[in-house]
């Protein structure tokens, strides 16, 4: 019979891991909370000054609240223009890092 000593077996539940995990997902879920809220009145900002302004004359005082609708679009087309070119530099970066990684494996190799 082996003796197992008996501070190493400690139980799950006085595992300093578990208490950081619930206090990692209360933040997380906080996040989570105030993107899903500022998704939220980002959304229905946008959506009252390009789709909901145009039915109310210009004389109207919630005018006032919003820039003009030209910004409606541009605003939209430079982020979305913004991010492509984000999206395609990360991606052709990438492809010359891994070139350049495969071509030096390829010198090792050969030497």
């Known amino acids: 019979m082996v003796a197992v000593p008996h501070h190493s077996i400690t139980p799950a539940t006085t595992s300093p891991h578990i208490h950081s995990s619930k206090a990692m997902g209360a933040s997380d879920r906080a996040l989570g909370g105030a993107m899903l809220l500022a998704a939220s009145v980002v959304f229905t900002y946008y959506t009252c000054w390009a789709l909901l302004l145009p039915f109310l004359?210009?004389?109207?005082?919630?005018?006032?609240?919003?820039?003009?609708?030209?910004?409606?679009?541009?605003?939209?087309?430079?982020?979305?223009?913004s991010g492509l070119s984000a999206i395609?530099?990360?991606?052709?970066?990438?492809?010359?890092?891994?070139?350049?990684?495969?071509?030096?494996?390829?010198?090792?190799?050969?030497?």
């Open 57 to 81: 004359d210009t004389s109207n005082p919630v005018h006032d609240f919003f820039p003009s609708r030209e910004w409606a679009v541009r605003i939209p087309a430079f982020l979305l223009v």
């Open 88 to 111: 395609g530099s990360f991606i052709g970066m990438t492809m010359v890092k891994e070139k350049r990684e495969k071509e030096r494996k390829a010198k090792l190799r050969m030497a």
